[in-house]
């Protein structure tokens, strides 16, 4: 299944989306992806992808899936990394769920760290920017 977006090229848009959901507990964290990827496919551009209330949980590098699921937060990787995208997970939202990146690990005397790599972890600010910036915002989850 395809999204249908503008094709027309000389109607190039700029997008952010913003996922609300945990990717294991909603469809949506899937949903954003799939239509990320048509997006980018159609020659659009995603200026940031933010992560924000229970979709911080898809920055956790200690998602397991089982073999047979998808492992939405490793698509999210791969297509940063193919694309050069910005994946931006709410930091407060994060710290208050227990996804840390080594400096918010050391900031609160944690253990260990487990934000994945190819997501950092930043403030509300990065969200207000990438809203002025794109032509469209779309919001996935709750």
Same mark, same amino acid.
């Given at each position: 299944?395809?999204?249908?977006?503008?094709?027309?090229?000389?109607?190039?848009?700029?997008?952010?989306?913003?996922?609300?959901? #945990?990717?294991?507990? $909603?469809?949506?964290?899937?949903?954003?992806?799939?239509?990320?990827?048509?997006?980018? +496919?159609?020659? $659009?551009? =995603?200026?940031?992808?933010?992560?924000?209330? +229970?979709?911080? $949980?898809?920055?956790? #590098?200690?998602?397991?899936?089982?073999? +047979?699921?998808?492992?939405?937060?490793?698509?999210?990787?791969?297509?940063?990394?193919?694309?050069?995208?910005?994946? /931006?997970?709410?930091?407060?939202?994060? /710290?208050?769920?227990? /996804?840390?990146?080594?400096?918010?690990?050391?900031?609160?005397?944690?253990?260990? $760290?487990?934000? #994945?790599?190819?997501?950092?972890?930043?403030? =509300?600010?990065?969200?207000?920017? #990438?809203?002025?910036?794109? +032509?469209?915002?779309?919001?996935?989850?709750?």
């Amino acid at each position: 299944m395809g999204f249908f977006l503008w094709q027309n090229s000389w109607l190039q848009m700029i997008f952010t989306l913003i996922v609300q959901a #945990a990717p294991y507990s $909603h469809q949506s964290a899937d949903t954003a992806y799939r239509f990320a990827k048509s997006l980018l +496919d159609q020659g $659009h551009s =995603l200026h940031r992808v933010f992560f924000y209330a +229970d979709g911080v $949980h898809t920055g956790s #590098a200690l998602a397991s899936p089982p073999q +047979d699921e998808p492992n939405i937060p490793e698509r999210w990787q791969q297509l940063a990394q193919d694309h050069q995208l910005d994946l /931006v997970v709410c930091i407060a939202a994060a /710290v208050r769920r227990g /996804v840390l990146d080594a400096n918010e690990s050391g900031r609160y005397s944690k253990p260990g $760290h487990n934000l #994945a790599d190819g997501f950092e972890l930043s403030g =509300l600010g990065q969200l207000v920017e #990438a809203i002025a910036v794109s +032509d469209r915002t779309l919001t996935f989850g709750a």
